[in-house]
């Protein structure tokens, strides 16, 4: 690392960059921000930059509130929207406590101990997102309609359109960050679209997805639009998810991979999912945070809501998708379920931590589901032993709450706050009157 | 044929092991041919000077059978073993030295000359042979660059590992035929490194040669670290290197790097490949920074910003060894220069003393177990102790003493003796020992020519490495006792090395033959871990000052005590409590006499010290009791009724009711005292801890309510009331906490035909005096709770067992009934007992369980003690007691089972939480796995309570946040030292699944 750090010194005095800013993630997922001057940034790297965290969401309790924020110069990226000089520069910090020992309270630490399990086992975990948003016309106030920047399909091509026009500056912004970016598209519902990070390792591919979160928010500001990453903003219109494809590799050879086998699939892949799907309720709490994340998977159409596998059964949580005959080290799995609005540290922490259960325990994969799954009768779904997703965020808590396995890889401190946080958040929810019931009780009862 | 000479009971007693083999051999046609069966009889005594004489005569044929179709390797060589001389001599003790020589000389012959014709290498003459032979061989058959030709390595590649061992025949011939090879041993070491940096020369040349044109591009200068650098190599080990490069004239960096890459590269593959001539040794740069992530080539700059900016202090402890091997010499030296100031400065950087600890740490632990006992290397006193030990102080003291800069740790040990760091005979001693230690792992490496640092077991190889040692008479046995003498020696190396000079400083001996400076002292005693190294080193004069007895035998004992005190979380607390104890007791005669005889007293006592602040008080307070560690069963926790029997008689022999009271108090703070010692010391878990606490207790409560009643029955003329002490809580279930209070409540009953308010009265005033008296036991006294009766602090201090009664019968709260579940009487007249028994078994245990209502008011009950008991500003998860998965937690879950069964099931019926969890899993009313779950969770909680006490000094109520406290409570419930920071994290799991199963087990959760 050390050599980095030179590196981001160098750097630093090169482009004339007069701030630093110190990213870090708090439990639910929201980044938060801290500037420095260059002149702080070696000792920061040194011992680290102090700050309170009891003033975080889930970060500390009061009286061991003083944290230290540790850049990772590996993630040191000049911010290209800020563009003319004297610039701005960001990194994402690992936290620590005053002992210099690393935060339990930190998600990206959460991540790193879960890919270092994975290390022990002889894995490298990488992931490639698929993250959908739409753009929404700007409107200020409460209680107002979202309503989408056009009308247009899937792969539709609008001329002259707002969501192209975005979707380039998006892309160059990414790219200018160094942020690869696969394919971009037009998705499904009006004013919703989707863009595609190239896979890298799990930790990069978190910390790329909060840049990509917040760079998409400031090009959409720039434009005069609105970007959002909630769940499922339109009833009538599929919500956003971010399916995740998932691989494993030793050393350089993919570990899904087999030549040979249905659908090349190794037995290594197959308890991977195996583990997914058996411990797939227990971390839906953790994929899908929000109240609003259970209407996208309870919404119809392609969204999964069963803990179901298949091959090209869009209706399954996780699929195998098709390659390639002799593109061995593409083999990966995708997981349907995730959505763009969770923390991605930790979804990707539990994700692995499932599938590695799988490998471990050597859990057999039951068959994969050839049938739309959202045709079948409750009984036929029984029968055929295809279990669902939790129904809502309150359901997939009281799960998440039994789960060794959560516990285990969030750490008790992280695993205990977010409980709490997402139960009030439950609770709130609950007392909320909504248009559903207005629309019907008021006059007719 | 004949030959009496060399008949097998002739070569038996020259030391061969298999004689008839031998003679066999001897009797070839290969050797007779060239030297006659004269000459070969002859040669049956020289060949059994060597370690392995049965080794030697195979070797010696397979020897001459190969110069068969080798003229030139022929020549000479009938000549040689026919005369006696010390050529000879060292071609025939190598050949009994080491098979993988033989091997060797079996493919190439003629080398049998660089045994025979050895002669002391120089570092000139080796790396002359090296480069020489490599030239030699690109004169005759260039390279060929960048494209490989059709082998898979460069022909050069064999030409190195050729050389390389005839080199290395021509010093292990010196080894080997040296009368005493202990003393030789610094020798050959420095030889062997001389060799191997010889031999990376050679390999850089060939690096350079493949490379081709450009290869001047870079200036390369490999550093030797490790042994390499200190010039005490092993026969066969990594060789640790460093890779520095600069540009030449013209050239920029970049290319510099980039060429250097790719020469270190080759050169570390020139080396550590295998040929059809085997492989010499891996070349490791892994020390270089950044280790293996880091590139394999830097700047001098580069290197430099490194070590100023990012480095570790074990780095700093490595560069300590950085030697100038091989290339370009100017650079290497250069390189040198810039990082002197960096090394002799680590010393005062932050963590240095944590780090320290740490390494130290990993020097003494990674031993498998099985090889523990035949390690010559690793573990306590091992050689790498003695090399770290050295270096340590070299990086404390040499930074304002350049004479101690010494790359060889020999070297640097006399350095450290001449300075007056160490004491002369201490160093003489470990210098003996490193060598013999040394000479051990040279011939079990040389015979075959394999990296192990193992003392071999099978009796031969003992008895080939006793010979190979010189060693007469019976030599398997000779050398296993001379390697264990010698590892005793080397075990109290950190007595010698470190704290010796410590005490001959702080005492000021006149004589000693160590003199260092307070200032070096205190720096001394801050790099070994005390916080306090001024007061530290007050309290090590305060010991040994003078010429008493005491305190010579002060400065005997303090050197290894200090080391002790250092592997505590708190060095500086124990040392202050020994000096305090040692303050009150030094001039008692057994106290002294017991530390230096008793064996492991003195140990014990230092870890105990170290480790608890509540047993330093303790002890401090009676220093007499020290004498438990001496005592067989000073460590036994004492039965009840031996301790009633004692306290009663104590209190006896005293006049007045505070007399009394005190000498109780004395004996209930001695027997604390022994719990504390026994627990600290791993005798007695968490559940006997309880037990003993609550014995003491009660015998304590026994012994006041004698004195009371007596002094207020004689004041009010006579008794007119029977008097029973009930225990409640974790008094009643032996579940006893250090510093945890007694709750009791009272019953009495009026003797025959007294009136209940008369016999109240007394009982009433025999209480306060009980209360009064218990308080007044002296320092840090038993505390009585009696808040738990009828009507809490508006109710009789004591009630007639009628009143109780019709209480119960009346008013009783379904809690008070769960609070019964814990009654046992502890003190006080046993009719009573019985009685009261009788009136509350039905109660407790009532006929048909809890109704649903009563059930839902003891859920209630706890759910609103969760939310309103806990302090103000305590964390409800870390609570150890009130939170969640706490102790109250589990004890209520088996107390709501008790309420509910227990009719029906009288194994359920104890007072006790863990056995009332046993009889519940017995019986099934929750699973194995439920009752496994709960019972760690409270023994974990009651075991991190009763550690906060300890170390802390004062009770303490939750899981220790501060990551120093964390680690010394941590310590005394069995964790590795240094995880405070994990420790938290390891109770939450824990407590979380055990409030799992009490959400399920005690509030009926689905």
Redesign the interface.
Same mark, same amino acid.
């Given at each position: 690392?050390? &050599?980095q750090?030179?590196f981001v010194l160098r750097t630093i005095e090169e482009r004339d960059i007069r701030f630093v800013r110190l990213w870090f993630t708090d439990v639910v997922g929201a980044l938060k921000s801290v500037a420095i001057a260059p002149a702080e940034l070696?000792g920061a790297f $040194?011992e680290g930059i102090g700050f309170d965290g009891s003033a975080i969401e889930g970060f500390a &309790?009061v009286?061991?509130a003083d944290m230290l924020a540790k850049p990772d110069p590996a993630t040191f990226q000049v911010l290209p929207w800020r563009g003319e000089n004297p610039g701005t520069a960001r990194m994402f910090c690992d936290l620590l406590?005053p002992?210099g020992?690393p935060s #339990?309270a930190d998600s990206r630490h959460v991540l790193r101990r879960a890919l270092a399990k994975a290390a022990d086992l002889g894995f490298t975990f990488y992931t490639h997102p698929e993250i959908e948003f739409f753009l929404l016309r700007p409107q200020q106030g409460k209680r107002v309609k979202p309503v989408p920047v056009d009308h247009a399909g899937y792969f539709d091509h609008v001329p002259h359109g707002t969501a192209h026009d975005f979707r380039r500056a998006a892309i160059t912004l990414l790219e200018n960050m160094g942020i690869s970016v696969e394919y971009s598209h037009h998705e499904g519902a009006p004013g919703q679209n989707e863009i595609d990070l190239r896979y890298a390792d799990a930790l990069s591919t978190a910390d790329n997805i909060m840049t990509f979160r917040t760079v998409v928010k400031e090009v959409a500001l720039e434009q005069g639009v609105q970007a959002s990453f909630m769940p499922k903003p339109f009833g009538q219109f599929p919500g956003s998810g971010m399916h995740t494809h998932l691989s494993l590799f030793e050393g350089d050879t993919n570990a899904f991979h087999e030549a040979g086998a249905p659908y090349q699939l190794s037995r290594t892949g197959r308890q991977f999912i195996a583990g997914l799907l058996r411990h797939g309720a227990e971390i839906t709490a953790v994929t899908n945070q929000w109240v609003n994340s259970y209407k996208r998977l309870w919404g119809g159409g392609e969204a999964p809501a069963y803990l179901t596998w298949g091959h090209n059964n869009r209706s399954a949580m996780i699929r195998v998708p098709m390659y390639k005959p002799d593109k061995g080290n593409s083999t990966r799995v995708e997981v349907r379920s995730i959505d763009s609005a969770c923390n991605p540290y930790l979804a990707f922490a539990v994700l692995l931590a499932a599938g590695l259960k799988g490998i471990e325990e050597g859990y057999e994969l039951p068959p994969e589901a050839e049938d739309d799954v959202w045709s079948l009768t409750d009984s036929e779904r029984r029968a055929m032993g295809i279990s669902p997703l939790p129904s809502s965020l309150g359901r997939a808590l009281e799960i998440m709450e &039994?789960s060794?396995l959560v $516990?285990?890889t969030l750490?008790?401190?992280v #695993?205990?706050f977010f409980l709490r946080n997402k139960r009030a958040e439950w609770r709130e929810y609950r007392q909320e009157i909504t248009q559903f019931e207005l629309d019907r009780y008021l006059t007719q009862l | 044929m004949q030959r009496s000479h060399s008949s097998g009971a002739h070569l038996a007693r020259l030391g061969f092991a298999e004689p008839g083999r031998s003679a066999g051999l001897l009797a070839e046609r290969v050797l007779t041919e060239l030297i006659g069966e004269a000459g070969a009889d002859d040669l049956a005594e020289p060949l059994s000077r060597g370690a392995d004489p049965d080794l030697a005569v195979l070797g010696l044929i397979r020897l001459v059978e190969a110069t068969q179709a080798h003229p030139e390797a022929r020549a000479g060589l009938a000549d040689l073993l026919r005369s006696d001389d010390k050529r000879r001599h060292r071609l025939l003790v190598t050949l009994g030295g080491s098979r993988a020589l033989v091997d060797h000389l079996a493919t190439h012959p003629e080398h049998w000359r660089a045994a025979a014709d050895a002669t002391p290498p120089t570092a000139a003459d080796l790396r002359s042979a090296m480069t020489d032979a490599i030239r030699a061989h690109y004169r005759s058959a260039p390279a060929i660059p960048s494209g490989m030709p059709s082998r898979s390595y460069p022909p050069a590649y064999d030409v190195l590992r050729v050389e390389y061992r005839r080199q290395l025949l021509r010093i292990a011939a010196l080894d080997l035929a040296t009368p005493d090879p202990v003393t030789h041993l610094p020798v050959a070491a420095e030889a062997l490194a001389q060799l191997a940096e010889a031999t990376l020369e050679a390999a850089l040349l060939i690096a350079r040669e493949e490379f081709g044109p450009g290869h001047q591009d870079c200036r390369l200068a490999i550093i030797g670290m490790g042994k390499t650098g200190g010039g005490e190599l092993n026969y066969i080990s990594d060789v640790d290197v460093i890779f520095v490069v600069e540009p030449a004239d013209g050239v920029t960096e970049e290319r510099a790097v980039e060429v250097g890459t790719v020469l270190a590269a080759a050169t570390m593959k020139a080396c550590g490949s295998s040929t059809a001539e085997g492989t010499l040794w891996p070349v490791d740069a892994a020390l270089r920074p950044e280790g293996k992530q880091g590139p394999l080539v830097r700047t001098i700059a580069s290197h430099k910003a490194y070590y100023e900016r990012w480095a570790k202090t074990w780095e700093f402890q490595a560069l300590l060894k950085a030697w100038v091997s091989a290339g370009d010499l100017e650079l290497g030296k250069a390189y040198k220069e810039t990082l002197k100031p960096l090394i002799w400065g680590a010393a005062g950087r932050d963590n240095f003393v944590e780090d320290v600890q740490a390494m130290r740490r990993r020097v003494e632990q990674h031993v498998p177990a099985a090889e523990a006992a035949r390690q010559l290397k690793l573990g306590p006193g091992g050689l790498r102790d003695v090399e770290f030990s050295v270096q340590l102080l070299q990086l404390v003291h040499g930074r304002t003493d350049e004479s101690l800069r010494s790359a060889t740790t020999l070297e640097a040990l006399h350095a450290l003796a001449r300075g007056g760091y160490v004491a002369r005979d201490d160093a003489a001693t470990l210098d003996r020992a490193y060598r013999l230690l040394r000479t051990l792992e040279h011939r079990i490496q040389l015979y075959r020519l394999r990296r192990t640092h193992l003392m071999p077991t099978e009796p031969d190889a003992l008895r080939i490495l006793g010979r190979a040692l010189g060693l007469d008479g019976d030599p398997a046995a000779a050398v296993v006792a001379a390697w264990q003498s010698q590892a005793r020696e080397v075990r109290r190396i950190h007595e010698r090395l470190f704290y010796r000079p410590l005490l001959a400083a702080a005492a000021r001996l006149s004589s000693a033959e160590t003199s260092l400076s307070p200032e070096q002292a205190r720096a001394r005693f801050a790099a070994l871990g005390f916080r306090d190294p001024a007061g530290a080193m007050r309290h090590v004069e305060a010991l040994t000052f003078g010429v008493s007895r005491r305190a010579a035998i002060q400065r005997t004992l303090l050197p290894v005590m200090l080391g002790w005190f250092a592997d505590e979380a708190d060095p500086d607390a124990g040392l202050l409590a020994f000096r305090r104890v040692s303050d009150e007791l030094g001039t008692i005669h057994w106290y002294l006499k017991m530390l230096r005889d008793e064996g492991s007293a003195a140990e014990r006592l230092a870890h105990v010290l170290g480790r608890s602040r509540y047993a330093a008080e303790l002890l401090i307070r009676a220093p007499e009791s020290v004498a438990m560690f001496g005592e067989p069963d000073g460590l036994v926790p004492r039965t009840e009724a031996a301790l009633t029997q004692t306290f009663r008689s104590a209190a006896g022999r005293r006049d007045t009711p505070k007399r009394a009271m005190a000498s109780v108090g004395a004996l209930r703070r001695q027997e604390i005292l022994r719990v504390t010692l026994a627990d600290l010391l791993g005798e007695i878990d968490v559940t006997q801890v309880g037990r003993a606490l609550s014995d003491i207790a009660a015998a304590t409560i026994a012994a006041a309510l004698d004195i009371a009643g007596a002094a207020v029955t004689s004041a009010q003329g006579g008794a007119v009331v029977d008097m029973l002490v009930v225990g409640m809580g974790s008094l009643g279930g032996a579940e006893l906490g250090y510093g945890s209070d007694a709750d009791v409540i009272i019953v009495h009953r009026p003797h025959a035909g007294i009136a209940e308010d008369v016999a109240q009265r007394q009982a009433i005033a025999i209480v306060q005096e009980l209360v009064r008296l218990v308080a007044a036991t002296g320092p840090d006294p038993l505390v009585l709770d009696i808040d738990l009766r009828p009507e809490g602090k508006n109710g009789p201090l004591s009630r007639s067992l009628t009143s109780y009664a019709a209480y119960y019968d009346r008013w009783a709260l379904t809690w008070e009934f769960q609070a019964l579940l814990r009654a046992r009487p502890i003190a006080g007249d046993a009719e009573v007992a019985t009685a009261y028994l009788a009136l509350i078994d039905p109660l407790r245990w009532r006929h048909g369980g809890l109704t649903a209502t009563q059930l839902r008011e003891v859920r209630t009950m706890k759910a609103r003690v969760e939310a309103e008991r806990l302090p103000r500003g305590a964390d409800p998860r870390t609570h150890l007691k009130l939170g969640r998965g706490g102790l109250t937690d589990i004890e209520w879950t088996v107390q709501a089972l008790q309420l509910q069964h227990a009719d029906k099931h009288p194994e359920l019926r104890t007072p006790n939480t863990v056995a009332g969890l046993g009889a519940a899993a017995q019986l099934g009313f929750v699973t194995a796995e439920q009752a496994e779950t709960l019972l760690a969770a409270w023994t974990q909680a009651a075991r991190l309570r009763n550690a906060v006490l300890l170390w802390k000094g004062r009770p303490g109520d939750a899981v220790p946040g501060d990551v120093r406290e964390a680690d010394g409570v941590g310590r005394i419930v069995g964790r590795e030292p240094g995880t405070g920071a994990t420790l938290t994290e390891a109770y939450l799991r824990q407590a979380r699944r055990g409030r799992a199963v009490v959400d399920t087990v005690f509030y009926g959760h689905e």
């Amino acid at each position: 690392m050390d &050599r980095q750090q030179e590196f981001v010194l160098r750097t630093i005095e090169e482009r004339d960059i007069r701030f630093v800013r110190l990213w870090f993630t708090d439990v639910v997922g929201a980044l938060k921000s801290v500037a420095i001057a260059p002149a702080e940034l070696e000792g920061a790297f $040194a011992e680290g930059i102090g700050f309170d965290g009891s003033a975080i969401e889930g970060f500390a &309790r009061v009286y061991e509130a003083d944290m230290l924020a540790k850049p990772d110069p590996a993630t040191f990226q000049v911010l290209p929207w800020r563009g003319e000089n004297p610039g701005t520069a960001r990194m994402f910090c690992d936290l620590l406590t005053p002992d210099g020992q690393p935060s #339990f309270a930190d998600s990206r630490h959460v991540l790193r101990r879960a890919l270092a399990k994975a290390a022990d086992l002889g894995f490298t975990f990488y992931t490639h997102p698929e993250i959908e948003f739409f753009l929404l016309r700007p409107q200020q106030g409460k209680r107002v309609k979202p309503v989408p920047v056009d009308h247009a399909g899937y792969f539709d091509h609008v001329p002259h359109g707002t969501a192209h026009d975005f979707r380039r500056a998006a892309i160059t912004l990414l790219e200018n960050m160094g942020i690869s970016v696969e394919y971009s598209h037009h998705e499904g519902a009006p004013g919703q679209n989707e863009i595609d990070l190239r896979y890298a390792d799990a930790l990069s591919t978190a910390d790329n997805i909060m840049t990509f979160r917040t760079v998409v928010k400031e090009v959409a500001l720039e434009q005069g639009v609105q970007a959002s990453f909630m769940p499922k903003p339109f009833g009538q219109f599929p919500g956003s998810g971010m399916h995740t494809h998932l691989s494993l590799f030793e050393g350089d050879t993919n570990a899904f991979h087999e030549a040979g086998a249905p659908y090349q699939l190794s037995r290594t892949g197959r308890q991977f999912i195996a583990g997914l799907l058996r411990h797939g309720a227990e971390i839906t709490a953790v994929t899908n945070q929000w109240v609003n994340s259970y209407k996208r998977l309870w919404g119809g159409g392609e969204a999964p809501a069963y803990l179901t596998w298949g091959h090209n059964n869009r209706s399954a949580m996780i699929r195998v998708p098709m390659y390639k005959p002799d593109k061995g080290n593409s083999t990966r799995v995708e997981v349907r379920s995730i959505d763009s609005a969770c923390n991605p540290y930790l979804a990707f922490a539990v994700l692995l931590a499932a599938g590695l259960k799988g490998i471990e325990e050597g859990y057999e994969l039951p068959p994969e589901a050839e049938d739309d799954v959202w045709s079948l009768t409750d009984s036929e779904r029984r029968a055929m032993g295809i279990s669902p997703l939790p129904s809502s965020l309150g359901r997939a808590l009281e799960i998440m709450e &039994r789960s060794e396995l959560v $516990a285990e890889t969030l750490g008790e401190h992280v #695993f205990d706050f977010f409980l709490r946080n997402k139960r009030a958040e439950w609770r709130e929810y609950r007392q909320e009157i909504t248009q559903f019931e207005l629309d019907r009780y008021l006059t007719q009862l | 044929m004949q030959r009496s000479h060399s008949s097998g009971a002739h070569l038996a007693r020259l030391g061969f092991a298999e004689p008839g083999r031998s003679a066999g051999l001897l009797a070839e046609r290969v050797l007779t041919e060239l030297i006659g069966e004269a000459g070969a009889d002859d040669l049956a005594e020289p060949l059994s000077r060597g370690a392995d004489p049965d080794l030697a005569v195979l070797g010696l044929i397979r020897l001459v059978e190969a110069t068969q179709a080798h003229p030139e390797a022929r020549a000479g060589l009938a000549d040689l073993l026919r005369s006696d001389d010390k050529r000879r001599h060292r071609l025939l003790v190598t050949l009994g030295g080491s098979r993988a020589l033989v091997d060797h000389l079996a493919t190439h012959p003629e080398h049998w000359r660089a045994a025979a014709d050895a002669t002391p290498p120089t570092a000139a003459d080796l790396r002359s042979a090296m480069t020489d032979a490599i030239r030699a061989h690109y004169r005759s058959a260039p390279a060929i660059p960048s494209g490989m030709p059709s082998r898979s390595y460069p022909p050069a590649y064999d030409v190195l590992r050729v050389e390389y061992r005839r080199q290395l025949l021509r010093i292990a011939a010196l080894d080997l035929a040296t009368p005493d090879p202990v003393t030789h041993l610094p020798v050959a070491a420095e030889a062997l490194a001389q060799l191997a940096e010889a031999t990376l020369e050679a390999a850089l040349l060939i690096a350079r040669e493949e490379f081709g044109p450009g290869h001047q591009d870079c200036r390369l200068a490999i550093i030797g670290m490790g042994k390499t650098g200190g010039g005490e190599l092993n026969y066969i080990s990594d060789v640790d290197v460093i890779f520095v490069v600069e540009p030449a004239d013209g050239v920029t960096e970049e290319r510099a790097v980039e060429v250097g890459t790719v020469l270190a590269a080759a050169t570390m593959k020139a080396c550590g490949s295998s040929t059809a001539e085997g492989t010499l040794w891996p070349v490791d740069a892994a020390l270089r920074p950044e280790g293996k992530q880091g590139p394999l080539v830097r700047t001098i700059a580069s290197h430099k910003a490194y070590y100023e900016r990012w480095a570790k202090t074990w780095e700093f402890q490595a560069l300590l060894k950085a030697w100038v091997s091989a290339g370009d010499l100017e650079l290497g030296k250069a390189y040198k220069e810039t990082l002197k100031p960096l090394i002799w400065g680590a010393a005062g950087r932050d963590n240095f003393v944590e780090d320290v600890q740490a390494m130290r740490r990993r020097v003494e632990q990674h031993v498998p177990a099985a090889e523990a006992a035949r390690q010559l290397k690793l573990g306590p006193g091992g050689l790498r102790d003695v090399e770290f030990s050295v270096q340590l102080l070299q990086l404390v003291h040499g930074r304002t003493d350049e004479s101690l800069r010494s790359a060889t740790t020999l070297e640097a040990l006399h350095a450290l003796a001449r300075g007056g760091y160490v004491a002369r005979d201490d160093a003489a001693t470990l210098d003996r020992a490193y060598r013999l230690l040394r000479t051990l792992e040279h011939r079990i490496q040389l015979y075959r020519l394999r990296r192990t640092h193992l003392m071999p077991t099978e009796p031969d190889a003992l008895r080939i490495l006793g010979r190979a040692l010189g060693l007469d008479g019976d030599p398997a046995a000779a050398v296993v006792a001379a390697w264990q003498s010698q590892a005793r020696e080397v075990r109290r190396i950190h007595e010698r090395l470190f704290y010796r000079p410590l005490l001959a400083a702080a005492a000021r001996l006149s004589s000693a033959e160590t003199s260092l400076s307070p200032e070096q002292a205190r720096a001394r005693f801050a790099a070994l871990g005390f916080r306090d190294p001024a007061g530290a080193m007050r309290h090590v004069e305060a010991l040994t000052f003078g010429v008493s007895r005491r305190a010579a035998i002060q400065r005997t004992l303090l050197p290894v005590m200090l080391g002790w005190f250092a592997d505590e979380a708190d060095p500086d607390a124990g040392l202050l409590a020994f000096r305090r104890v040692s303050d009150e007791l030094g001039t008692i005669h057994w106290y002294l006499k017991m530390l230096r005889d008793e064996g492991s007293a003195a140990e014990r006592l230092a870890h105990v010290l170290g480790r608890s602040r509540y047993a330093a008080e303790l002890l401090i307070r009676a220093p007499e009791s020290v004498a438990m560690f001496g005592e067989p069963d000073g460590l036994v926790p004492r039965t009840e009724a031996a301790l009633t029997q004692t306290f009663r008689s104590a209190a006896g022999r005293r006049d007045t009711p505070k007399r009394a009271m005190a000498s109780v108090g004395a004996l209930r703070r001695q027997e604390i005292l022994r719990v504390t010692l026994a627990d600290l010391l791993g005798e007695i878990d968490v559940t006997q801890v309880g037990r003993a606490l609550s014995d003491i207790a009660a015998a304590t409560i026994a012994a006041a309510l004698d004195i009371a009643g007596a002094a207020v029955t004689s004041a009010q003329g006579g008794a007119v009331v029977d008097m029973l002490v009930v225990g409640m809580g974790s008094l009643g279930g032996a579940e006893l906490g250090y510093g945890s209070d007694a709750d009791v409540i009272i019953v009495h009953r009026p003797h025959a035909g007294i009136a209940e308010d008369v016999a109240q009265r007394q009982a009433i005033a025999i209480v306060q005096e009980l209360v009064r008296l218990v308080a007044a036991t002296g320092p840090d006294p038993l505390v009585l709770d009696i808040d738990l009766r009828p009507e809490g602090k508006n109710g009789p201090l004591s009630r007639s067992l009628t009143s109780y009664a019709a209480y119960y019968d009346r008013w009783a709260l379904t809690w008070e009934f769960q609070a019964l579940l814990r009654a046992r009487p502890i003190a006080g007249d046993a009719e009573v007992a019985t009685a009261y028994l009788a009136l509350i078994d039905p109660l407790r245990w009532r006929h048909g369980g809890l109704t649903a209502t009563q059930l839902r008011e003891v859920r209630t009950m706890k759910a609103r003690v969760e939310a309103e008991r806990l302090p103000r500003g305590a964390d409800p998860r870390t609570h150890l007691k009130l939170g969640r998965g706490g102790l109250t937690d589990i004890e209520w879950t088996v107390q709501a089972l008790q309420l509910q069964h227990a009719d029906k099931h009288p194994e359920l019926r104890t007072p006790n939480t863990v056995a009332g969890l046993g009889a519940a899993a017995q019986l099934g009313f929750v699973t194995a796995e439920q009752a496994e779950t709960l019972l760690a969770a409270w023994t974990q909680a009651a075991r991190l309570r009763n550690a906060v006490l300890l170390w802390k000094g004062r009770p303490g109520d939750a899981v220790p946040g501060d990551v120093r406290e964390a680690d010394g409570v941590g310590r005394i419930v069995g964790r590795e030292p240094g995880t405070g920071a994990t420790l938290t994290e390891a109770y939450l799991r824990q407590a979380r699944r055990g409030r799992a199963v009490v959400d399920t087990v005690f509030y009926g959760h689905e």
